[in-house]
């Protein structure tokens, strides 16, 4: 079992940035790959980014590509997601996610955090 807990979430005027922290415990995180999702209300939870185990490739959703950067720290057994150039639009609860495998449907993911707010004000 691997427990994963989010933090870092917070207000931010649109333009500004955050990072978000996604802990693990239990497992080291190392053999996983790790992904982050959001879900705003009345939507859908969809993916963001994710890292492969070894930290070789990373994928990003096209709405964040060149804004926002996963990173792994194994040493940590923390995975990172900085948000830079914040919109009004990246609004929504910021979840965290652990698996063997990247996937972009966030139902095939083992394990899960408990979510962060993340709010742009515009």
């Known amino acids: 079992q691997v427990q994963l807990v989010e933090s870092g979430g917070g207000l931010v005027q649109a333009g500004g940035s955050l990072r978000l922290s996604c802990a693990a415990s239990?497992?080291?995180?190392?053999?996983?790959?790790v992904g982050w999702f959001r879900q705003a209300p009345g939507k859908e939870r969809e993916f963001v980014a994710a890292?492969?185990?070894?930290?070789?490739?990373?994928y990003y959703t096209d709405s964040v590509k060149g804004r926002f950067t996963i990173s792994r720290v194994d040493a940590k057994n923390t995975v990172y997601l900085q948000m830079n150039s914040l919109k009004f639009e990246d609004t929504a609860v910021y979840y965290c996610?652990?698996?063997?495998?990247?996937?972009?449907?966030?139902?095939?993911?083992?394990?899960w955090g408990q979510g962060t707010q993340v709010t742009v004000s515009s």
């Open positions: 996610a652990a698996d063997p495998a990247v996937t972009v449907v966030h139902t095939r993911w083992d394990y």
């Open positions: 239990g497992r080291t995180l190392s053999s996983y790959a």
């Open positions: 890292i492969t185990w070894s930290g070789a490739r990373t």
